[in-house]
């Protein structure tokens, strides 16, 4: 996969990229990931990206000229659609969520672009633009680690990069949350691991881990529920949650 990343701001992506399980997928050619500085694609001697809204008001806004003129080099595929996909990051756009982030990571290239100030030109959107994505409902400076964000979630949904086992198992993958993990010591501070992660036996591990995922889910994120595929048992355990539930309501 490859991934440009339109910015005015390339030197933010240091961090994020040369550290950690990113940098590896980097360092084994699983991505490529290009921050692009937005400014070589400017014609004049300051090389301004932005301008002053018309009607006025405050802010700046992102130029159309500069912003076409870069995905249109980036593009490999000048027919659009296919394997890519210009992206930009935007609070208006729709939510990026795992369900996202696995789609994405089945395409070859994905062309990100970040705004800044009051953002960019509405023809960006109407003609150039593929999809809009927000990673949630505030407002940040800029859209470099809304793609940061982005970047992180697809890459570690490619092949080669979580064992599938890690990635079956994850929170959100079958729109439940992931049950809780312990490690050692099986006794800190008075707090015990579950006894039965300590007994060995594999089976009544995993009834208890998917238990615990239901439970985990029906108390924090309970809208997830209606998404999930479940299993009979799994619906009989979720009667008696909700029954318990209602019984503490009607003491209450
Ligand atoms: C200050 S914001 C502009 C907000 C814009 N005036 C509005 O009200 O929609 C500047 C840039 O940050 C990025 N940004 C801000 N919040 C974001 C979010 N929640 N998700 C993704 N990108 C965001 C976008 O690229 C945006 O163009």
């Not at 590896?24 to 070589?40: C, H, S, T």
């Not at 940061?148 to 929170?171: H, I, K, Q, T």
């Not at 008075?190 to 239901?214: D, F, T, Y």
Request: contains cysteine; glycine residues 8%; negative net charge.
């Amino acid at each position: 996969m490859r991934i440009d990343i339109l910015t005015i701001f390339p030197g933010m992506f240091d961090g994020p990229f040369r550290e950690s399980m990113i940098k590896r997928a980097i360092d084994q050619n699983l991505v490529e990931i290009n921050p692009v500085d937005l400014r070589q694609y400017t014609e004049d001697r300051h090389h301004q990206v932005d301008d002053s809204p018309y009607g006025g008001g405050r802010g700046m806004i992102f130029k159309p000229e500069p912003l076409y003129k870069a995905v249109e080099d980036l593009r490999s595929d000048k027919t659009r659609g296919g394997n890519e996909r210009v992206i930009l990051l935007t609070p208006q756009g729709d939510t990026f969520n795992q369900e996202k982030a696995s789609e994405l990571a089945d395409l070859k290239h994905l062309i990100l672009i970040c705004g800044h100030y009051e953002g960019v030109d509405e023809r960006v959107r109407l003609g150039l633009v593929e999809e809009e994505l927000s990673i949630g409902d505030f407002v940040l400076t800029g859209g470099e680690l809304a793609a940061a964000v982005v970047c992180d979630a697809v890459v570690r949904l490619l092949p080669g990069f979580l064992s599938v086992e890690a990635a079956e198992n994850e929170s959100f993958t079958e729109s439940l949350l992931e049950y809780p993990h312990y490690t050692r010591p099986a006794v800190f501070r008075g707090m015990e691991v579950p006894a039965v992660l300590l007994s060995g036996n594999h089976a009544e591990i995993e009834h208890w881990r998917r238990k615990q995922s239901i439970l985990r889910t029906y108390q924090r994120r309970p809208e997830l529920l209606s998404k999930t595929e479940l299993k009979n048992e799994d619906r009989i355990y979720l009667d008696t949650l909700k029954n318990e539930q209602s019984d503490q309501n009607n003491v209450l």
